[in-house]
């Protein structure tokens, strides 16, 4: 290949990079949540054991109880799981968000659940103990995450244990 052609090859794979670069930085990182000082969650468990868990059982669900604590809206945004195998859900009364998986591997939303002073709701968790096939048996520790308007707990991790067994 002769200098001219190398060149040109070369200029062409820096603005490739480049462009992505720019690009993948302009994507969207989700809902923004502004904090604001009258927002408090409350949280009455942030870990759960499944205890022992039916490899071929179906899936299993969880509902963490959140509340607002404050006197301004609560906000809650950006909610993601640990891994694949489970799923994440914002439900308050009767109405259920869309279900939110693993970051990088669900479509960011513009989702946002607002809570008024005093109001409760729950983030749902569901595990599907089949997702990692007959290797996932044995003890498992997931997270889901989310963002809050809450300026002393802006983000916040619940978290589920279980043992898969046969």
Known sequence: ?????????SLLIVGILFGGTIYLSNL??????EKAQGAKIGIVEANYDFGDVKYSGGNVTHA??????????????NIFTSCMCTQAFFKK??????????KGHSSESAFKGVLKPKEEAEIVAVYDPTAHGPQGIGPIARTISFDTNDPDKPYVELGFAAVVAK
Do not use: C, H, P, R
């Open 1 to 9: 290949m002769d200098k001219k052609a190398t060149i040109i090859i």
């Open 28 to 33: 969207s990182d989700g809902a923004t949540v």
């Open 64 to 77: 963490y109880k959140i509340k607002n604590e404050g006197t301004q809206d609560l906000v809650i945004a």
């Open 93 to 102: 009364g009767d109405f259920k968000s869309e279900s939110f998986g693993m």
